[in-house]
């Protein structure tokens, strides 16, 4: 199947206020294997349209589930894997694309079995063989082996990691129109369906909103060498607009939340600039970030493993050097 003929589903997370940058990325992303189309369990907002008819998106799939099960179905990973499984068949699909989520990886496993197609976890890039098979990248064995995965099923399912691509709206915006589908939900969608869901906003005390961690394009991370004092790397996120990250030895001594913790027991990211201040780089720590496009090691110890794979090596003290490292970021945004 040609790329102009292949049409390539994209999971919404967030339709009901705005997109994400991972949505956005999905969206340019598909647009490089064929034709995009959105699929939704909730009613597009004004703003979601808008982004849709911007980057390209003509369609928008939105499921009307035939029963009321009340404001979280959408958060449903069963429901969302039978809906998704529902507008695949009615389109004809032959890729659906959602962002690697932890409860999107288990929707697209679902939506994997109730299809019968290949699957996909954490791609870190999609594209397609000469033999026109959809094929996935991504690391693996903790970021030391780089794979590609041809998915030979007339279906593939693949979850994107956050920072695969850089979202680009496409050459001309067109209107963006939504059509409804009936999704009969099962007795395992009722009852995965959520009694009540809370949702925290990724605030710190009178500051700005941070990112979340494992979508975020910047992170700031801080090891053993903080001593439990993260204000120098919560200041240079703040300059960045970052999300703050942390080492499991800074979890397990009670400095941070296990939210915080990047590695192989904690949230992989993949960042566009990923900053380690006062971090060795146990292999614990750099599987969870090696594939972090541009690193930057922060460490007063010149033998540090972590500068081994870093782009960017300072030896100092991260007191000193993060503080002065915001304050020029502060200043230049000033002048910009």
Same mark, same amino acid.
Request: proline share 5%.
């Given at each position: 199947m040609t790329s102009s003929r292949r049409t390539v589903l994209v999971h919404l997370d967030t339709p009901a206020t705005e997109l994400s940058s991972?949505?956005?990325?999905?969206?340019?992303?598909?647009?490089?294997?064929?034709?995009?189309? *959105?699929?939704?369990?909730?009613?597009?907002?004004?703003?979601?349209?808008?982004?849709?008819?911007?980057?390209?998106?003509?369609?928008?799939?939105? *499921?009307?589930?035939?029963?009321?099960?009340?404001?979280?179905?959408a958060h449903s990973t069963a429901l969302v894997a039978e809906a998704l499984a529902r507008a695949a068949d009615a389109s004809g699909a032959a890729v659906v694309l959602l962002a690697s989520t932890f409860p999107n990886k288990e929707s697209a496993a679902r939506l994997a079995f109730l299809t019968g197609a290949g699957l996909v976890i954490d791609a870190a890039g999609v594209s397609v063989s000469e033999e026109g098979h959809v094929v996935g990248s991504k690391r693996v064995l903790a970021g030391s082996w780089d794979t590609s995965c041809e998915i030979l099923t007339d279906l593939a399912v693949l979850t994107v990691r956050a920072n695969a691509v850089v979202p680009e709206p496409a050459e001309a915006a067109v209107e963006t129109t939504v059509e409804g589908y009936a999704v009969v939900p099962s007795a395992l969608a009722k009852a995965g369906v959520p009694t009540s869901?809370?949702?925290? #906003? /990724?605030?710190?005390?009178?500051?700005?909103?941070?990112?979340?961690?494992?979508?975020?394009?910047?992170?700031?991370?801080?090891?053993?060498?903080?001593?439990?004092?993260?204000?120098?790397?919560?200041?240079?996120?703040?300059?960045?607009?970052?999300?703050?990250? #942390?080492?499991?030895?800074?979890?397990?001594?009670?400095?941070?939340?296990?939210? /915080?913790?990047?590695?192989?027991?904690?949230?992989?990211?993949?960042?566009?600039?990923?900053?380690?201040?006062?971090?060795?780089?146990?292999?614990?720590?750099?599987?969870?970030?090696?594939?972090?496009?541009?690193?930057?090691?922060?460490?007063?110890?010149?033998?540090?493993?972590?500068?081994?794979?870093?782009?960017?090596?300072?030896?100092?003290?991260?007191?000193?050097?993060?503080?002065?490292?915001?304050?020029?970021?502060?200043?230049?945004?000033?002048?910009?």
């Open positions: 991972s949505a956005l990325e999905l969206l340019t992303l598909g647009r490089t294997l064929g034709r995009v189309e *959105a699929v939704a369990l909730e009613s597009p907002s004004l703003e979601t349209l808008a982004q849709l008819g911007a980057y390209g998106v003509e369609l928008v799939r939105q *499921a009307e589930v035939s029963d009321d099960l009340g404001p979280d179905a869901r809370e949702v925290h #906003a /990724a605030e710190h005390g009178d500051g700005p909103a941070r990112p979340a961690l494992a979508e975020a394009a910047f992170v700031v991370a801080g090891g053993r060498g903080t001593f439990g004092d993260f204000t120098p790397v919560e200041d240079l996120a703040d300059a960045l607009g970052a999300a703050v990250g #942390a080492t499991r030895d800074c979890v397990d001594e009670g400095w941070i939340g296990h939210d /915080a913790q990047i590695g192989q027991t904690g949230v992989t990211v993949a960042p566009r600039v990923y900053v380690g201040a006062g971090i060795s780089g146990a292999p614990h720590h750099r599987g969870g970030m090696q594939a972090s496009q541009v690193i930057v090691a922060v460490n007063n110890d010149p033998d540090c493993p972590l500068f081994e794979i870093a782009d960017l090596a300072v030896v100092g003290d991260l007191h000193e050097v993060l503080p002065q490292a915001a304050e020029r970021i502060r200043e230049h945004k000033a002048q910009a």
